[in-house]
T-cell receptor, first 110, second 115 residues
Framework: GESVGLHLPTLSVQEGDNSIINCAYSNSASDYFIWYKQESGKGPQFIIDIRSNMDKRQGQRVTVLLNKTVKHLSLQIAATQPGDSAVYFCAQTGANNLFFGTGTRLTVIP | ETGVTQTPRHLVMGMTNKKSLKCEQHLGHNAMYWYKQSAKKPLELMFVYNFKEQTENNSVPSRFSPECPNSSHLFLHLHTLQPEDSALYLC??????????????FGDGTRLSIL
């Protein structure tokens, strides 16, 4: 079956540093990918998305990179702030579904 | 403010109780979803409604019964639940039912505990 996973379950970064959160996926036919942020006690919040005809997309302080050759997706957060502490998970489209990863918990150290 | 509101935020119930979860979206979307989120597991899709019609039921036990009276409201009726049903139940919406080019927007969930 399809799977979406992240490379690390936890990540700690110093405030002000850049963060990179990785995600691997199995379905080479997926054409749409999304990153979500989930803070404690809240639901997943949409951060940024990317379609398979692109390899990079930038938002405010965030960049998503897509490498279809190795089926790898990453989220880069510039100048990480305490408010960025949360669980981040990726999602990819399948045939008739959206598959979610289990998440990476990002902790920002002041 | 996410545009998707879920009530109650927390619910504790016995296995013989009947309760309902409510979701309302203020985004003008036409598709609504129920997900189950358990610790250490990926989100599990339960039900999908598109323009008030149920389009997917992901082999969910009959003790969970969804209802979608209009495109803005979604309910999940619960009865005779089991302890393993304890989880965070998330509602989401999207413009239309498609997974290929638009994100789903989530509410903050109902934390359900079964005694």
């Amino acid at each position: 079956g399809e799977s979406v996973g992240l490379h690390l379950p936890t990540l700690s970064v110093q405030e002000g540093d850049n963060s990179i959160i990785n995600c691997a996926y199995s379905n080479s036919a997926s054409d749409y990918f999304i990153w979500y942020k989930q803070e404690s006690g809240k639901g997943p919040q949409f951060i940024i998305d990317i379609r398979s005809n692109m390899d990079k997309r930038q938002g405010q302080r965030v960049t998503v990179l897509l490498n279809k050759t190795v089926k790898h997706l990453s989220l880069q957060i510039a100048a990480t702030q305490p408010g960025d502490s949360a669980v981040y998970f990726c999602a990819q489209t399948g045939a008739n579904n959206l598959f979610f990863g289990t998440g990476t918990r990002l902790t920002v150290i002041p | 403010e996410t545009g998707v509101t879920q009530t109650p935020r927390h619910l504790v119930m016995g296995m013989t109780n009947k309760k309902s979860l409510k979701c309302e979206q203020h985004l003008g979307h036409n598709a609504m979803y129920w997900y189950k989120q358990s610790a250490k597991k990926p989100l599990e899709l339960m039900f999908v409604y598109n323009f008030k019609e149920q389009t997917e039921n992901n082999s969910v036990p009959s003790r969970f019964s969804p209802e979608c009276p209009n495109s803005s409201h979604l309910f999940l009726h619960l009865h005779t639940l089991q302890p393993e049903d304890s989880a965070l139940y998330l509602c989401a919406s999207s413009q239309v039912y498609t997974y290929s080019n638009q994100p789903q927007h989530f509410g903050d969930g109902t934390r359900l505990s079964i005694l």
